[in-house]
């Protein structure tokens, strides 16, 4: 399984960027894709989960209101609409497949992407 992560880059305080994460080499009808972000200097930290057949989402509080995390099957993509940004949203934005294990740690997931630079100016 191979995830691609794109559409980051420099935005405004307010504004909004959406995120793609592509799948391919796989079958993702069971599970479930989330994304995650790290900051410099810090721990990466759960940001929205979706599952692929019900389209259940979680998110963490620090988004909730503003991102959106959605899937279209038939192109195995997970997009996060990312709205009402703010410069603590800066950070590397990474996609990864839920492999069991508390939803929250990164170490439940695996197959990660390359990540995606997003950077939030005041």
């Known amino acids: 399984v191979q995830l691609q992560a794109s559409g980051g880059g420099l935005v405004q305080a307010g504004g909004s960027l959406r995120l793609s994460c592509a799948a391919s080499?796989?079958?993702?009808?069971?599970?479930?894709m989330s994304w995650f972000r790290q900051a410099p200097g810090k721990e990466r930290e759960f940001v929205a989960r979706i599952t692929w057949s019900s389209g259940i989402t979680y998110y963490a509080d620090s988004v909730k209101g503003r991102f959106t995390i959605s899937r279209d099957n038939a192109k195995s993509t997970v997009y996060l609409q990312m709205n009402s940004l703010k410069p603590e949203d800066t950070a590397i934005y990474y996609c990864?497949?839920?492999?069991?294990?508390?939803?929250?740690?990164?170490?439940?997931?695996?197959?990660w992407g390359q990540g995606t630079l997003v950077t939030v100016s005041s």
């Open positions: 990864a497949v839920y492999r069991g294990g508390s939803v929250l740690s990164p170490g439940a997931y695996g197959s």
């Open positions: 080499g796989g079958t993702f009808s069971n599970y479930a």
